[in-house]
């Protein structure tokens, strides 16, 4: 299938008034999509549940209606996920890193944040800094190419360096997200 974008476009738009089907659901997407931005102002609880209903109905009619390509979806993530923490990629590494700078960039800057969170960030940030700095110093020592995957997987000090980085992360990203979970909701009902 060798389409330009613009025929791409094409031919979904040519699609979407193809059938009866078709048009519904586009009418229905763009009246939930109108409703919901109207909704930013009004602030209405009743709609904003009954959008979330809509997401989740879906989300549930997925489940049922298609249990093989949810399960066979949910297999492929599973291995995807195990892959990369018994064989984590130094590519996916290198993005983590800048992930985690735009995030310090963030706390540095944040005047919302708590005292507790920022300090929290800044430790497991420095820590994971710090493991990625022996990883780098320690495959420019052995002269290993960071390119190079077999040849890093050989090495077992250079692929625990960056497991446990991925490790710190997760802890990382289950911390903060009950952290928000918790502000979100103490601020919703300590009103």
């Known amino acids: 299938m060798n389409l330009s974008l ?5 031919t979904i738009f040519k699609y979407i008034f193809s059938s009866f089907l078709s048009i519904e659901m586009f009418i229905l997407t763009i009246l939930l999509f109108f409703i919901l931005v109207v909704n930013l102002k009004r602030k209405n609880v009743m709609v ?10 879906f989300i549930i009619g997925i489940f049922i209606s ?8 949910i297999d492929s993530f599973t291995k995807v996920v195990m892959n990369y923490i018994y064989f984590p990629s130094t590519i996916v ?10 995030i310090i960039l963030i706390t540095l800057f944040s005047k919302k944040m708590t005292m ?14 710090f493991l990625f700095m022996s990883f780098i110093s320690l495959a420019a020592y052995d002269g290993v190419d960071l390119l190079n995957i077999p040849l890093l997987y050989e090495n077992d000090t250079i692929l625990s360096l960056v497991q446990i980085s991925n490790f710190i992360l997760l802890i990382w ?3 903060t997200a009950f952290y928000y979970l918790y502000k979100y ?3 919703k009902y300590d009103k």
């Open 6 to 10: 613009f025929e791409k476009f094409g």
């Open 48 to 57: 904003q549940m009954i959008a979330i209903g809509v997401y989740i109905g």
């Open 66 to 73: 298609y249990t093989t390509y949810v399960k066979t979806c």
């Open 93 to 102: 590494y290198f993005f983590m890193i800048i992930f985690i700078t735009v």
């Open 116 to 129: 507790f969170k920022k300090v929290f960030n800044y430790f497991f940030f420095s820590v994971i800094y």
């Open 173 to 175: 990203i289950i911390y």
């Open 185 to 187: 909701f103490k601020k």
